[in-house]
């Protein structure tokens, strides 16, 4: 590991500012990511900013009927937290069904939003990588590639965003507080994180020196209808190759709304709103389902061992769609992975 010096931040302002004036420092909190990538000499920083005095970890209503959650309350209080449970079950079954419980411990939400990639060759440096070292190339586009993006990808980058949280938060459509050099300034979830384009190495919208301090859930939590799937190669401490966050709101067997967001596929928490526009008035029907997962994965496009992930996704949706309609999952995390979809 590289030699950096530490500071331990008292106030937000202090740690904007902090960052703002030395471009090779980064904030530090649960460290469940930043650490490994730096052991890996994957990420080099000179400076950490610690964040832990920071008073961001309330978790509490806000003006708009939903709640504010703190960018620096663990992912276990927040999974466990009982507004949390009670109106947003989807969120805490997501963050319950991700890593392990001692990394809940530690992990802040967040530092969740802004964890890397775990593509392989963005943590081997001796392989070219243009998240890692833009220009470079990309390995995984003719290398073992089963772990990568289907959507959204670009000719630089076919990596996918590790988290579980941020497709839960993605399809319940909450807002990201922040704080920068410019003032504080909020940003839909669906335009924090970035697909890769041609600046991959971006994961997200933050300008330099912007500092998460919240997330504001909406009102609406979907705690009728829901379900978080998730498939994986092992039942714990493993990312997914696939997942979908539901939320559904019902009207008899009639769908008012439906939302329906993709983990594991793209460089971003996945959605198209566009089907998700066609379902609404629809009967929650397997067949209306299965139109609108074919309907998504129409422009996915496989790099050889991923192929599987095209109809994976379809039948992942189907099965999550139906699981919310139904509703006859347990809130048991476990319950549903490694299940044949």
Not at 4 to 13: G, K, L
Not at 37 to 59: C, D, F, Q, S, Y
């Amino acid at each position: 590991m590289n030699s950096f010096t530490y500071t331990s931040a008292t106030a937000v302002d202090t740690a904007v500012r902090d960052k703002s004036t030395n471009s090779k420092s980064a904030f530090v909190a649960g460290g469940t990511n930043l650490l490994d990538l730096m052991k890996e000499n994957v990420e080099k920083p000179t400076h950490l900013i610690g964040l832990n005095k920071l008073p961001l970890t309330a978790i509490e209503d806000n003006p708009e009927g939903g709640l504010r959650l703190g960018a620096l309350a663990t992912n276990a209080d927040t999974a466990w937290h009982p507004e949390v449970e009670k109106r947003y079950p989807l969120l805490s079954q997501t963050i319950l069904a991700g890593a392990t419980a001692q990394l809940r411990n530690m992990a802040t939400n967040g530092g969740n939003l802004l964890q890397r990639t775990r593509c392989y060759y963005f943590y081997d440096t001796s392989t070219p990588c243009n998240k890692r070292e833009p220009g470079s190339g990309c390995s995984a586009l003719q290398g073992y590639n089963r772990i990568h993006a289907i959507l959204g990808t670009s000719p630089q980058c076919i990596a996918t965003h590790p988290s579980d949280m941020a497709v839960a938060l993605a399809a319940l459509e909450a807002t990201v507080r922040v704080s920068g050099p410019h003032g504080e300034r909020t940003i839909a979830f669906d335009d924090f994180h970035r697909l890769p384009g041609d600046q991959p190495e971006r994961d997200n919208t933050l300008e330099t020196g912007e500092l998460i301090t919240a997330l504001d859930m909406p009102a609406k939590g979907f705690e009728k209808n829901f379900t978080y799937l998730k498939l994986r190669d092992r039942t714990s401490y493993a990312f997914a190759v696939v997942s979908v966050a539901v939320g559904l709101e019902l009207e008899g067997n009639t769908i008012k709304e439906a939302r329906i967001a993709l983990g594991g596929v793209a460089h971003k928490p996945w959605r198209d709103m566009a089907v998700e526009e066609t379902l609404r008035g629809q009967s929650a029907t397997e067949d209306n389902f299965r139109q609108a997962a074919t309907a998504i994965m129409h422009n996915a496009q496989g790099y050889g061992y991923n192929n599987f992930k095209i109809e994976l996704g379809k039948r992942a949706i189907v099965r999550a769609l139906k699981q919310a309609t139904e509703m006859d999952q347990p809130l048991d995390a476990n319950a549903y992975l490694n299940s044949n979809p």
